[in-house]
Nanobody
Framework: QLQASGGGLVQAGDSLRLSCAAS????????MAWFRRAPGKEREFVAA????????SYADSVKGRFTVSRDNAKKMLYLQMNNLKPEDTAGYFC???????????????????WGQGTLVTVSS
């Protein structure tokens, strides 16, 4: 299971750090990712770390502002979000899966396990 936390109401330009705690049979070598869903929009890829490589990937819309990291010993995934914008307002979900190939990284349908989401609201 996955449990996301850290969302809240902030102003444009502020920062937030999201956390996702993994439990159960989820493994430190699994790919872990953040997705988000804004009101009236589809769930979209935000950032991920592919398997145990430590190599991060980002959506173009968050590059340079967001940083994804993981602590394999604690089974935690983080998303440091800086310089937040109103268009970042969304529910943020962490996801993981054991068998993802790199080309599937951005595809929400490739992820088997999802957390419940944490809401981030950015006011202008």
């Amino acid at each position: 299971q996955l449990q996301a936390s850290g969302g809240g109401l902030v102003q444009a330009g502020d920062s937030l750090r999201l956390s996702c705690a993994a439990s159960g049979r989820t493994g430190s070598s699994w790919t872990m990712a953040w997705f988000r869903r804004a009101p009236g929009k589809e769930r979209e890829f935000v950032a991920a770390i592919f398997r145990s490589s430590g190599r991060p990937s980002y959506a173009d819309s968050v590059k340079g502002r967001f940083t994804v990291s993981r602590d394999n010993a604690k089974k935690m995934l983080y998303l440091q979000m800086n310089n937040l914008k109103p268009e970042d307002t969304a529910g943020y979900f962490c996801a993981t899966s054991e068998r993802i190939i790199y080309s599937e990284l951005y595809n929400r349908d490739a992820y088997a396990y999802w957390g419940q989401g944490t809401l981030v609201t950015v006011s202008s």
